[in-house]
């Protein structure tokens, strides 16, 4: 799972909200230690804390004294808002803004969504 490119702490934190919003971590469910996850990637507990300290700081964990970071509730709901959020703006935006360039109209682009159309946004054959 992990490369080269980017931060070893942003690619635990990636991971862990993964798990979060495909739900195979669940809300008030404990996830791994900065321990169990240093264990596992064979990194630097600072590192994997620090993982886990972006997912508490933007409110996704929660720490229990003494038993360790739990899912906090709503977590699912508020990464997925964000990730669609996210997911409008990098892909939906611009291809909305070349689709008017290319003089494709509401109707043939929702066709050409839906693989209905031709890829040069006429009508279906």
């Known amino acids: 799972m992990l490369d080269e490119g980017t931060p070893l702490f942003v690619q635990i934190a990636e991971q862990i909200a ?17 321990n169990e996850l240093a264990a596992f990637y064979r990194i630097n507990p600072a590192t994997a804390a620090k993982g886990i300290n972006v997912l508490a700081d933007d409110g ?8 360790g970071m739990f899912v906090a509730a709503g977590a699912r709901e508020k990464l997925l808002t964000d990730r669609r959020k996210r997911f409008a703006e990098q892909y939906l935006d611009p291809m909305l803004v070349e689709a008017r ?10 066709s050409l ?13």
């Open 18 to 34: 993964d798990d979060i919003a495909e739900g195979s971590l669940a809300e008030g469910e404990r996830v791994p230690s900065t």
């Open 60 to 67: 996704l964990l929660e720490k229990r004294r003494g038993i």
């Open 101 to 110: 360039r290319l003089g494709i109209d509401d109707e043939a682009l929702i």
């Open 113 to 125: 969504i839906r693989g209905n159309g031709h890829q040069n946004g006429g009508p279906a054959a």
